[in-house]
């Protein structure tokens, strides 16, 4: 079955930078879009990176520039490196599939991210 | 990007009863497939999104009969025939015709009464 564990969150000052990661398995994982959906304490869902299988990268407007969707198919792994970080950057992160961008399928566990002075 | 608009954002239900929960898009969400990419998802308490509902209608393994959804255009709903103690949660909505963004709705809090 299909397992996303989700690793790498943790506190940072802001301007930090953090990287999360997101093993994969249970399913041919080069073949398959990514995505990172984060939700802050509290509050809604929110789109924030896409990966297809060829490696092209989507960004929401709120991190264009300053996150980095990226992802290793050698070891089934996505990755969000994230700098300069701000304060409405704090969330729980989570990964996902999806297929060419227009859904999304199972989802991992979420990884917290709390970003504080 | 498309605007998601769920109503109602709170809903208190009897266990037994019916549940239904709209979802509204700001541009029509079929893809020029024919096909409207909304999705729906449950998130429990203290857990992960899942998804229940996918291309507007199609039920995704595993989830009860009692979940359904329709809808095309800019409206959809999801219906919950009786509510099981088991079903409280948040649900979201989500379209991906017009991705990027990918945009969710803002949810619905589903409570037992």
């Known amino acids: 079955q299909v397992q996303l564990v989700e690793s790498g969150g943790g506190v940072v000052q802001p301007g930090r930078s953090l990287r999360l990661s997101c093993a994969a398995s249970?399913?041919?994982?080069?073949?398959?879009?990514m995505h990172w959906v984060r939700q802050a304490p509290g509050k809604g869902l929110e789109w924030v990176a896409f990966?297809?299988?060829?490696?092209?990268?989507y960004y929401a407007d709120s991190v264009n520039g300053r996150f980095t969707i990226s992802r290793d198919n050698s070891k089934n792994t996505l990755y969000l490196q994230m700098n300069s970080l701000r304060v409405e950057d704090t969330a729980v992160y989570y990964c996902a599939t999806g297929g060419s961008g227009t859904k999304i399928d199972y989802w991992g566990q979420g990884a917290p991210v709390t970003v504080s002075s | 990007d498309v605007v998601m608009t769920q109503s109602p954002l709170s809903l208190p239900v009897t266990l037994g009863q019916p549940a239904s929960i709209s979802c509204r898009s700001s541009q029509s969400l079929e893809y020029s497939d024919g096909i409207s990419y909304l999705n729906w998802f449950q998130q429990r308490p203290g857990q992960s999104p899942r998804r229940l509902i996918y291309?507007?209608?199609n039920r995704d393994s595993g989830v009860p009969d009692r979940f359904s959804g329709s809808g095309s255009g800019t409206d959809f709903t999801l219906k919950i025939s009786r509510v099981e103690a088991e079903d409280v949660g948040v649900y979201y909505c989500?379209?991906?015709?017009?991705?990027?963004?990918?945009?969710f709705g803002q949810g619905t809090r589903l409570e037992i009464k």
């Open positions: 990966i297809l299988y060829d490696g092209s990268q």
């Open positions: 989500m379209q991906g015709t017009h991705w990027p963004p990918i945009t």
């Open positions: 249970g399913f041919t994982f080069s073949s398959y879009g």
């Open positions: 291309k507007a209608s």
